[in-house]
């Protein structure tokens, strides 16, 4: 049972690529825009929240001897983290 209910949140984890570093670039139509959305104290709170992100992930092992770089995944590991954050 409990399956069905974690399965019923998957278009909730997908959301949260709205609110990732590349997410917040587009506004509500779906618009690429040339600065994010996110207000001067917001912008450096959210860039500041994303390096604590990247370095979560920096240094960890994918497969024996191969370390990701969170520089070019940070986009995907915050929506993850909010994905989780839902599924809990």
Not at 76 to 83: I, R, T
């Amino acid at each position: 049972m409990a399956t069905y209910t974690n399965t019923l949140r998957i278009p909730y984890w997908v959301c949260n690529h709205g609110f990732d570093s590349n997410g917040v670039a587009f506004d509500k139509n779906g618009n690429y825009l040339e600065t994010a959305i996110i207000p001067g104290a917001d912008e450096k709170k959210f860039d500041e929240l994303n390096l604590k992100a990247e370095n979560i992930y920096k240094g960890q092992e994918v497969l024996p001897g191969l370390s990701q770089d969170p520089h070019t995944t940070i986009t995907e590991d915050v929506a993850d983290m909010g994905g989780f954050a839902i599924i809990e």
